[in-house]
């Protein structure tokens, strides 16, 4: 039986590959993919990409998965099945070995761009979740398309790939529904529950991940028994579906068959809906080792602002995170020279002395100020004139239309890159002065961030990603060239 299996896997997975765009479908996925990773690198790679090529993608085999097998029964090639010389077992089990192969390269296929990667970053956690989530999701969706395929038996390939792709959307879109349930503290709720049929949302909770959420269950052992379950009943339903409940045309199944199967069907969604662990009282463990950047965010306003050396602040400013349209951003472990300009909230016709400005970068930032520029600040002053009330809030509470602005220049040093790209790294800046008329000095505190990335990371991680879709490319062309 072994041998047989083997041969009937071979002549299958060639038969996979045989048509004519099968090679170069496959590149265009992974040129996709690549440009998208290389894309996403200009932000966080990890969660973007990560929610792609490590979820999306390998939920998309629910309709690959029952398309391939439902196509034999379309094209009529399986009544060879049932009538040749060839166990429909044997076949069978080749055929979901073709789909898992299948699989098994497509987590190669994330390997390269993974490499280059770890070779920047390391291996944070959440990364190294993903690592087991793809391949537990790609198994769990190959088995689930597996009983889709074998559940529709007409001339069509039309209705059991419309029907993976309804699966896909329900089971993709419980993953963003189970961490908005989660972060509003009903995790535990009816719809909270109803999440868990989601093959994913199990495989991430019984991991210990999340990617939005504080909070992870506390225990994770019956969440497990459903993911075992979920693959083992679809697997041994499809199964016994096929050999046992089918013909060559039609069904064969008696009234008893239809109600095992109906209640086999309802059992995959309902044993982890009722059953897996929802106790989201474990506090989920950092996903890498980025900084809190407390009370920085990208909207908002801020009262610094940070240009190239001698240039001008827009229009409109500032953004708390002081580089955010900057493009290229700044490079981690490289000096950068910019100019930080500190908004202060002082009218333009009051005199500042003393002026003392302390500058500190947080989490890896490395920053010099000019050592004359602090000292001096009182003496290179310089106004800015504020439209629309966006000047900064004088301490009696109305808006600076033309204020004072204190311009030190600084070096930065961006290093401990957690990511190839989109990290903010806090800052802090406390300004101490006296106004004219003032008996007591003033101080002023803000804090903001800039965005770092590594320099290289975003072409050496392109270059990585096409390796696998240049082979496929050149594959279809080959198999182009044999059959025109």
């Known amino acids: 039986m072994a041998g047989a299996i083997r041969n009937l896997y071979v002549e299958e997975l060639k038969a996979t590959m045989r048509g004519r765009f099968a090679w170069l ?154 961490e908005l349930m989660v972060s509003q503290g009903h995790g535990n709720s009816r719809t909270g529950h109803l999440a868990m049929a989601s093959p994913a ?13 504080p909070n992870i269950p506390l225990t994770t052992a019956r969440t497990w028994i459903s993911v075992v379950f979920v693959f083992v009943a679809a697997m041994l339903l499809a199964t016994w579906v096929f050999l046992r409940a089918q013909g060559v045309e039609t069904w064969e199944a008696n009234r008893a068959q239809v109600w095992m199967i109906t209640l086999g069907i309802m059992a995959l969604f309902l044993v982890p809906v009722l059953s897996a662990d929802t106790n989201y009282e474990g506090r989920a463990p950092a996903p890498n080792n980025a900084p809190a950047s407390r009370g920085v965010s990208w909207r908002g306003s801020s009262s610094l602002g940070l240009t190239q050396s001698g240039g001008n602040l827009p229009a409109r400013c500032c953004s708390p995170i002081l580089n955010h349209n900057e493009w290229p951003s700044i490079s981690t472990d490289k000096d950068t020279r910019r100019d930080l300009l500190i908004l202060l909230p002082v009218d333009a016709e009051q005199r500042i002395a003393n002026l003392q400005i302390e500058i500190a970068g947080e989490r890896g930032l490395q920053i010099t100020a000019d050592p004359s520029a602090p000292a001096n600040a009182s003496s290179h002053l310089e106004t800015r004139s504020y439209v629309n009330d966006f000047g900064p809030a004088a301490p009696d509470g109305h808006h600076v239309k033309n204020g004072w602005v204190a311009r030190v220049p600084v070096i930065l040093h961006p290093t401990n890159a957690w990511d190839t790209g989109g990290m903010r790294y806090p800052l802090n800046v406390a300004a101490r002065y006296l106004v004219e008329g003032d008996n007591q000095p003033r101080v002023l505190e803000a804090r903001a961030a800039i965005e770092a990335q590594i320099a290289n990371a975003i072409y050496t991680m392109g270059a990585a990603s096409m390796a696998l879709p240049l082979v496929c490319l050149a594959a279809a062309i080959a198999r182009w060239r044999k059959t025109r």
């Not at 009529?76 to 069978?92: G, I, L």
């Not at 949302?201 to 959420?213: E, I, Q, S, Y």
């Open 25 to 178: 479908g496959a590149a265009v996925i992974l040129f996709a993919l690549g440009v998208l990773a290389t894309v996403s690198t200009q932000d966080t790679w990890l969660d973007g990409y990560g929610i792609i090529a490590y979820f999306l993608v390998p939920l998309a085999f629910i309709p690959l998965a029952a398309g391939a097998m439902a196509s034999p029964r379309a094209n009529r090639f399986v009544e060879s099945v049932f009538t040749a010389p060839v166990e429909r077992r044997d076949w069978f089990l080749a055929k979901t070995l073709v789909l898992l192969t299948l699989a098994a390269g497509y987590c190669l296929a994330l390997m390269p761009m993974m490499v280059v990667y770890v070779h920047y970053v390391g291996l944070p956690l959440l990364l190294e979740k993903f690592v087991i989530w793809a391949p537990g999701v790609l198994v769990t969706s190959t088995v689930i398309g597996i009983l889709i395929g074998v559940l529709f038996i007409g001339r069509s390939i039309a209705a059991p790939i419309g029907t993976g792709m309804g699966v896909l959307l329900f089971y993709a879109g419980l993953l963003p529904l189970q």
């Open 201 to 213: 949302v199990l495989l991430k909770n019984g991991l210990g991940f999340t990617l939005a959420t």
